[in-house]
């Protein structure tokens, strides 16, 4: 006896219903859907770029270490504060010699969005250096200090949820 799909007016059932067609344009449509998310996400810029100009030569990439190598010879290092209750930020000296009665730039960069950098100028106070800001904690923060002129530079890491951290020349004494 010959079922209904055996019958020889029949071609077979259709091929939208073979569960295998359907396993391929789910997976070519996973691919074209994955390709377009990549390219938005290559495309908005997001990186943790170091905020330093860099010049490229020959395919290397040589940024100017003479603000690190200041610092390094001045011995310079400092804690940076955020008082969050008072909504102050403050950079408090620790070792070397600051000049006391110049302002200092704090840049704060985010990790992976440039667009939520901050530049804070720091007036002198009793105890260092100290402005008015908010300081959004939910997130890391790569710390940057210097004077107006850039002619040092400390860096340093605030971690996500903490209030203090210290900045540091980025060479190292042999």
């Not at 007036?123 to 800001?133: D, F, L, V």
């Not at 004077?147 to 020349?169: I, S, T």
């Amino acid at each position: 006896m010959e079922s209904k799909h055996d019958a020889p007016g029949n071609a077979g059932s259709s091929p939208w219903r073979q569960p295998v067609v359907w396993l391929v344009l789910a997976l070519v449509a996973a691919a074209v859907v994955g390709s377009v998310v990549m390219l938005i996400v290559a495309g908005d810029g997001a990186s943790d770029a170091v905020p330093d100009h860099v010049q490229r030569t020959a395919g290397a990439q040589v940024a100017d270490l003479g603000p690190d190598a200041m610092a390094q010879q001045r011995q310079l290092s400092a804690i940076v504060r955020i008082d969050a209750r008072r909504g102050v930020v403050q950079a408090v000296p620790v070792t070397g010699s600051f000049d006391r009665g110049a302002p200092l730039r704090l840049a704060l960069h985010h990790p992976v969005r440039e667009a939520d950098d901050r530049m804070l100028e720091l007036q002198p106070s009793a105890i260092g250096w100290e402005t008015r800001a908010r300081i959004d904690g939910g997130h890391d923060w790569n710390l940057q200090l210097a004077p107006a002129d850039g002619h040092w530079r400390l860096r340093g890491r605030l971690p996500k949820a903490q209030l203090a951290a210290r900045v540091a020349p980025a060479l190292q004494a042999p």
